[in-house]
């Protein structure tokens, strides 16, 4: 069964840095896309990176992350990250990972994870 627990969230001052972790269990990382997702308070979720599968290679951001998030795969511990730097009072949220039913970032989430809260203090 794919399973996908996150972690690494917690309260960050702003202008550090802070890399969340999405352990996957049941098939490989690389196996599907696979994104992160934020939604702050009172806002609906959105998609703010994706990342192929490995025979794709192709790796997205929301404009407003580009430049300060970076996602990235390690498949000997099965994990995809999300590295974000130099943070921001609007990056305060919830952030979940899911995984794609294909190898593309396109379409619908098929897993997702149960989050991890990241709160940006000034």
């Known amino acids: 069964q794919l399973q996908l627990v996150e972690s690494g969230g917690g309260l960050v001052e702003s202008g550090g840095s802070l890399r969340l972790s999405c352990t996957v269990s049941g098939v490989t990382v690389d196996r599907y896309a696979m994104g992160w997702f934020r939604q702050a308070p009172g806002k609906e979720r959105e998609r703010v990176s994706c990342?192929?599968?490995?025979?794709?290679?192709?790796?997205y951001y929301e404009d407003s992350v580009r430049g300060r998030f970076t996602v990235s795969r390690d498949k000997a511990e099965n994990t995809m990250y999300l590295l974000i730097n130099n943070v921001k009072a609007e990056d305060t949220g919830g952030y979940f990972c899911a995984t794609y039913p294909n190898c593309f970032c396109d379409g619908k989430p098929a897993y997702w994870g149960q989050g991890t809260q990241v709160t940006v203090s000034s």
């Open positions: 990342i192929s599968s490995s025979g794709d290679g192709k790796v």
